[in-house]
């Protein structure tokens, strides 16, 4: 009898995320909202946000571009806004869920590789390969070297995500290639940087959000389950704290610790938006 496979926490929590926020909030973006001066910050804004980063990416794509590479393209929502401005969009996507979704939304209009952007075979190129919150995912040497690989001459990376900062300490919040690094590497390839605009001011304001639900909502409910257990099965519940002693204190400090907020947010994470053109004689 075959083992069955084993449950990736992060597609669960991607389910889960797109479950809420399709049913609370109308909308299926898995990407950070880009609030501006004029949208107060509220949970029930939160889409009209995310539309602002959608907006503000697209911004950015180099006149004259019309085939792009979207790599790590979710449910398919910011390519299917793109092929409706006219551009002819492909889309990587690593994950089975996000691509049963991406599917469902884009149907025949976009070609969906699925599969790791490092493992990615195709002969086709592109006027731009984007990366919308992907590409902290990606090994940054495969990135810039499949990137190269699959542009046409003249082609332009656009990359939006969030970076770590040099900053003394250590942060609760994970994810991102370490800036200076990616600076240092790409500046030995053969890419002009044509744009580099810090957003984070703009998107630390998401994790104000994501902290007061945590507060609010996320920690009284664990406490609610706790307590249950702890009061019908006392001695499982003593087993399971002492066994899991040190995966609890840590998600403890991750999560309900009030450490994940916009301020701290600011000081070890960097969003940028980038912008580089391949250099015309590579």
């Not at 449950?7 to 501006?36: A, N, Q, V």
């Not at 690593?94 to 469902?104: I, N």
């Not at 984007?130 to 190269?148: D, P, R």
Request: net charge positive; charged share 25%; aromatic share 14%.
């Amino acid at each position: 009898m075959k083992n069955k496979k084993k449950l990736d926490s992060k597609e669960i929590g991607l389910d889960i995320g797109l479950m809420l926020g399709k049913y609370f909030f109308r909308t299926e973006h898995l990407h950070y909202g880009y609030w501006t001066n004029d949208l107060k910050l509220d949970i029930h804004n939160l889409p009209e946000a995310q539309e602002n980063y959608s907006d503000f990416v697209i911004s950015h794509i180099p006149e004259g571009a019309k085939t792009l590479l979207d790599v790590g393209s979710g449910v398919g929502n910011f390519a299917l806004k793109l092929i409706n401005m006219g551009y002819n969009v492909d889309c990587v996507s690593p994950s089975p869920l996000l691509t049963k979704h991406a599917r469902d939304i884009l149907g025949d209009k976009s070609h969906i590789f699925e599969s790791n952007y490092e493992n990615l075979n195709t002969d086709n190129r592109y006027d731009v390969i984007l990366f919308c919150e992907s590409f902290q995912y990606i090994n940054l040497v495969t990135a810039l070297e499949n990137s190269l690989k699959f542009l046409n001459n003249n082609g332009y990376l656009l990359i939006c995500d969030f970076f770590k900062t040099d900053a003394k300490g250590k942060s609760v919040m994970g994810g991102g290639h370490r800036l200076t690094k990616f600076y240092d590497l790409i500046s030995r390839y053969p890419f002009e940087l044509v744009k580099d605009i810090d957003i984070t001011k703009e998107t630390a304001l998401n994790l104000k959000l994501v902290n007061d639900f945590l507060t609010n909502v996320g920690l009284p409910i664990v406490n609610l389950c706790s307590n249950f257990l702890s009061t019908n099965y006392p001695l499982l519940t003593k087993l399971i704290q002492w066994k899991y002693r040190k995966k609890i204190k840590k998600i403890k400090r991750k999560y309900f610790s009030g450490e994940r907020n916009a301020e701290n947010f600011q000081i070890y994470k960097s969003y940028r938006l980038f912008l580089y053109r391949k250099q015309a004689d590579y």
